[in-house]
C-alpha cells in the first residue's frame, strides 16, 4: 500500500526547521569568526559579534519548534484516522 503524503510536499515543521538550520548555519560561522582571532593573535572583534555568536542557539531553538510542530501534527493526524474514541 502507498503512503498518501507526496515525496515533495511540505510537512507543518519543515519551514521552521530549514529556517532554524540556516540560522544555526550563520552563528556557527559568526562563532568561527569570532574565536579565530584568539588562535591567530590577532585583534579581537567587535563585541556584535559575540552576538551572533549566539544565533546557534536561537537557531537550534527554531529547529525544535518545527520539530515538536511536526510531531504534533502527525499525531493529530493519527488520532483522526483512527476515528473516535468509543464511548464508555
Known amino acids: ?3 498518501k503524503t507526496q515525496t515533495n510536499s ?9 529556517a532554524g538550520a540556516i540560522v544555526f548555519f550563520v552563528g556557527t560561522v559568526a562563532t568561527l569568526v569570532t574565536v579565530a582571532p584568539l588562535f591567530l593573535q590577532t ?3 567587535p563585541t556584535y559579534m559575540f552576538g551572533l555568536s549566539m544565533l546557534m542557539g ?7 519548534a518545527g520539530v515538536f510542530r511536526s510531531i504534533a501534527a ?8 483512527s476515528g473516535p474514541a468509543p464511548a464508555r
Do not use: E, S
Not at 10 to 18: C, M
Not at 74 to 81: E, I, T
Open 10 to 18: 511540505a510537512a507543518p515543521g519543515d519551514r521552521l526547521i530549514r
Open 58 to 64: 536561537v537557531g537550534f531553538l527554531i529547529a525544535g
Open 74 to 81: 502527525g499525531r493529530r493526524q493519527a488520532r483522526a484516522a
Open 1 to 3: 500500500m502507498r503512503d
Open 43 to 45: 585583534t579581537p572583534f
